[in-house]
């Protein structure tokens, strides 16, 4: 049990940040969130708590006095009586108690490419200029752009006319224009949309997200396209 003030979430690619406020960064309101933040200040200092839900991790908020789920793996109790549960199903989400430190030698917080609101299309294009690699897979690489599952994937791949298989250098720079609009469109329709629940997904209230009734194409094979009326393939 250790008392720290929450200061603000935050995140980077498919990471949850939870701040905390601390003597070297107090809570001013004045950007507090920035994932780079972490990285700031005494090395061996918790900055804050980092969050990988995976296929099945959920955080929700409790009321005080709910008793710990089947699959809750961690509770955090707030000043007001209130907690939240990390729950995780298939053990194989998790979280961590970052430091400046421990974040520089975390191989996957190092390896993770821009994110996809901060590239124009001459950045984006440069990303997959000349790679080999089929365009879906490049794009689920978190390496090269972070934060794109298989369904955010699909649906900017289909939007901008381009296969998913396609090797990536074969597409133009017109084509990568496309593919950067769509894919931004396609977050952001899903961000107002409280994500997409498939399977395990719903906010932190329970409530389950809207975006999979608007598909185009993810888990929509042998259903009549939605542009031309033909039956999808794969």
């Not at 099945?56 to 961690?74: D, K, Q, W």
């Not at 993770?112 to 089929?134: I, N, S, T, V, W």
């Not at 952001?188 to 906010?203: F, L, N, P, Q, V």
């Amino acid at each position: 049990h250790m008392p720290l003030t929450f200061a603000g979430t935050g995140r980077r690619g498919k990471v949850l940040l939870v701040f905390f406020e601390t003597d070297e960064f107090p809570d001013t309101g004045q950007g507090l969130c920035r994932p780079a933040l972490l990285e700031r200040g005494n090395d061996s200092a918790i900055r804050g708590l980092a969050f990988h839900l995976r296929m099945s991790g959920r955080l929700f908020a409790y009321p005080a006095g709910t008793a710990p789920e089947r699959h809750t793996r961690l509770i955090l109790h707030l000043d007001d009586g209130s907690m939240i549960f990390f729950d995780d199903a298939r053990k194989i989400g998790y979280v961590r108690a970052v430091t400046p430190a421990s974040l520089r030698e975390w191989e996957f917080w190092r390896k993770l490419g821009p994110e996809p609101f901060e590239l124009d299309d001459k950045a984006f294009g440069e990303r997959f200029a000349g790679r080999g690699g089929a365009i879906k897979a490049l794009l689920l690489d978190q390496s090269v752009i972070a934060g794109i599952g298989n369904i955010y994937a699909d649906e900017s791949c289909f939007r901008a006319g381009i296969r998913p298989d396609a090797p990536a250098r074969s597409l133009c720079a017109a084509d990568l224009g496309r593919l950067r609009a769509a894919l931004v469109e396609v977050l952001e329709e899903s961000i107002e949309a409280c994500g997409s629940s498939i399977k395990d997904y719903r906010t932190a209230r329970g409530d389950a997200g809207a975006f999979q009734n608007t598909f185009r194409v993810y888990g929509r094979s042998g259903k009549n396209c939605l542009v031309c009326g033909a039956k999808l393939r794969t």
